[in-house]
T-cell receptor, first 115, second 111 residues
Framework: DAMVIQNPRYQVTQFGKPVTLSCSQT?????MYWYQQKSSQAPKLLFH???????NEADTPDNFQSRRPNTSFCFLDIRSPGLGDAAMYLC??????????????FGPGTRLTVL | GEDVEQSLFLSVREGDSSVINCTYT??????LYWYKQEPGAGLQLLTY?????DMKQDQRLTVLLNKKDKHLSLRIADTQTGDSAIYFC???????????FGKGTKLSVKP
């Protein structure tokens, strides 16, 4: 089945210790997104790739970086995690963005705990 | 700026209808979506409506759109315990291109 896969499902890191979350997709979609979701909050878009074109949201902290080495994979790097970065991180994919039907397909998420 | 507002909680009895409401601000939004999130899982698209429609029905789900008031609702008929989840309203295709989500409405279904 075509899907969006996130690994690991649960990640524990120490304050200030770099961590990488991964996402892969078998849908062959052009666009990949990373969202941060805190409890009782809306998913907050951090950035997205349209093919290799990286689009950063204006309020995404510099502490968050992303890489997309190929169509299938996308990584979220948190360089120095703080306690406030503990959240669920959701990866999503879609075919298109602007002015079009933009169904996004979500992975199950990675829950990050910062000690 | 864009904003999508939803009430945070809704509780209904099994077999009743549930109505989840949402307001949005971007009048240029092309599509409006309802996503469902079960505990520990990602978001799953439930249904969507194109902005030139005012109603869409899909089995137990009915979406109503009042574009003038920028109000969207999701009605679930004959609500079941398996419908217990968080429901997110999202607007898209507008000036920013990406989806803007509400905070989600937690639906609790009592037997």
């Amino acid at each position: 089945d075509a899907m969006v896969i996130q690994n690991p499902r649960y990640q524990v890191t120490q304050f200030g210790k770099p961590v990488t979350l991964s996402c892969s997709q078998t849908l062959n979609h052009n666009v990949m997104y990373w969202y941060q979701q805190k409890s009782s909050q809306a998913p907050k878009l951090l950035f997205h790739y349209y093919d290799k074109d990286f689009n950063n949201e204006a309020d995404t902290p510099d502490n968050f970086q992303s890489r997309r080495p190929n169509t299938s994979f996308c990584f979220l790097d948190i360089r120095s995690p703080g306690l406030g970065d503990a959240a669920m991180y959701l990866c999503a994919t879609s075919r298109e963005t602007r002015n079009a039907y933009n169904e996004q397909f979500f992975g199950p998420g990675t829950r990050l705990t910062v000690l | 700026g864009e904003d999508v507002e939803q009430s945070l909680f809704l509780s209904v009895r099994e077999g009743d209808s549930s109505v989840i409401n949402c307001t949005y601000t971007d009048s240029s939004s092309t599509y409006l979506y309802w996503y469902k999130q079960e505990p520990g899982a990602g978001l799953q698209l439930l249904t969507y409506i194109f902005s030139n429609m005012d109603m869409k029905q899909d089995q137990r789900l009915t979406v109503l759109l009042n574009k003038k008031d920028k109000h969207l609702s999701l009605r679930i008929a004959d609500t079941q315990t398996g419908d217990s989840a968080i429901y997110f309203c999202a607007e898209g295709g507008g000036s920013q291109g990406n989806l803007i989500f509400g905070k989600g409405t937690k639906l609790s279904v009592k037997p």
